[in-house]
């Protein structure tokens, strides 16, 4: 059948009718919003190149929490500033860490049993040196030593469950560290904890506008040795392949526009939940062109949504999370 028999604009023609066929929807519930926990009390600070994002003292992350939770938000990813940084990541894994003390604080709130709390297990944000696992230097050179890293990875998620985290996401991607995880929460009786792993990361020049929210960027080199390059499909399969054989229970898959094919293969491959993460620099970008008027605000923050979701993820972890749920009601 060909035209004019066929017209495919007689469905196009009113809301309603574009309603009725609409093949991909968004609900609240599918959203994450990331949280940036910093010491003190009463700060919101909007991060420069991310407008409308913040670091949270606790307190006011409580506020968030329950604004979160009222628009029907599905969870919030926690990350954390600490006080100071060293070496071994002190503060990724000490009982009384910022997201630590944190989740605590959040856990009494009534909000918090309406959503998730989800916190990221990674170590960049607390070395001194910014990179994601433990530096072995030797004269100018270092390397980013990957199974004496394990151990503190899993150590700061067996904290991380122990203060209440309903999920914990490592976005570390150091190789095994999802059975060293897994291992160490059995042990330590959290194996109803489940792991969300990133497991396709990919060395992203759009994380650059996270790093100044979470101030970690890497003092020297960059994190091409242990994330993954942009160029590669297939290895991002094998990636999730191993994180899912070593006990991930859900992957998350990162960047995410840059990215749609990858996260459209890793759902026709893996029978498993699928997430995608709308990194900061999609986020910053998009902010960039609302503020010049080059793009209409509301229309392109849900078409990226969608976009993601068609590729084929079923929740999102983004920036716009408030702004989208608001605007699904
Ligand atoms: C920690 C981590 C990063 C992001 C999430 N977890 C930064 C990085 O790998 O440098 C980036 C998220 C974003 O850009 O919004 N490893």
């Given amino acids: 059948?060909?035209?004019?028999?066929?017209?495919?604009?007689?469905?196009?023609?009113?809301?309603?009718?574009?309603?009725?066929?609409?093949?991909?929807?968004?609900?609240?519930?599918?959203?994450?919003?990331?949280?940036?926990?910093?010491?003190?009390?009463?700060?919101?600070?909007?991060?420069?190149?991310?407008?409308?994002?913040?670091?949270?003292?606790?307190?006011?992350?409580?506020?968030e929490t329950e604004a979160a939770a009222a628009l029907g938000i599905g969870g919030l990813l926690l990350f954390g500033l600490p006080g100071s940084k060293d070496e071994q990541a002190t503060g990724a894994w000490e009982e009384d860490g910022i997201v630590q003390t944190g989740l605590r604080a959040l856990k009494q709130s009534a909000?918090?049993?309406?959503?998730?709390?989800?916190?990221?297990?990674?170590?960049?944000?607390?070395?001194?040196?910014?990179?994601?696992?433990?530096?072995?230097?030797?004269?100018?050179?270092?390397?980013i030593e990957n199974d004496s890293t394990?151990?503190?990875?899993?150590?700061?998620?067996?904290?991380?469950?122990a203060a209440?985290?309903?999920?914990?996401?490592?976005?570390?991607?150091?190789?095994?560290?999802?059975?060293?995880?897994?291992?160490?929460?059995?042990?330590?009786?959290?194996?109803?904890?489940?792991?969300?792993?990133y497991a396709s990361k990919f060395a992203s020049s759009f994380y650059g506008p996270f790093r100044e929210a979470a101030d970690s960027a890497p003092r020297f080199g960059d994190r091409r040795s242990y994330q993954m390059d942009g160029a590669n499909l297939r290895e991002a399969m094998r990636e999730i392949d191993l994180d899912l054989g070593e006990g991930a229970d859900m992957i998350l898959m990162k960047p995410a526009m840059p990215y749609l094919d990858v996260i459209r293969a890793a759902r026709e491959r893996f029978e498993v939940p699928i997430g995608a993460y709308q990194v900061s620099g999609e986020y910053s970008m998009l902010q960039a062109a609302f503020a010049k008027g080059w793009l209409d605000r509301d229309r392109a923050m849900m078409e990226s949504l969608i976009s993601i979701r068609r590729a084929g993820a079923g929740f999102i972890v983004t920036y716009f999370a408030q702004d989208a749920a608001k605007r699904l009601g």
């Fill in 1 to 63: 059948m060909e035209y004019p028999v066929t017209r495919l604009r007689r469905l196009r023609r009113s809301e309603p009718m574009r309603s009725l066929v609409r093949e991909t929807h968004l609900e609240p519930g599918a959203l994450i919003q990331p949280l940036f926990l910093c010491p003190g009390e009463g700060v919101r600070k909007e991060i420069g190149s991310m407008p409308g994002v913040f670091n949270l003292s606790i307190d006011e992350a409580v506020k």
């Fill in 111 to 143: 909000a918090a049993k309406q959503l998730l709390l989800i916190a990221d297990v990674c170590l960049c944000e607390y070395t001194s040196h910014g990179h994601c696992g433990i530096v072995k230097k030797s004269g100018d050179d270092y390397e």
């Fill in 150 to 161: 394990l151990g503190l990875l899993s150590r700061t998620a067996v904290s991380l469950a």
């Fill in 164 to 197: 209440g985290a309903d999920i914990v996401a490592p976005s570390d991607m150091m190789d095994g560290h999802v059975a060293a995880i897994r291992d160490e929460l059995d042990e330590e009786g959290y194996e109803q904890t489940p792991i969300l792993s």
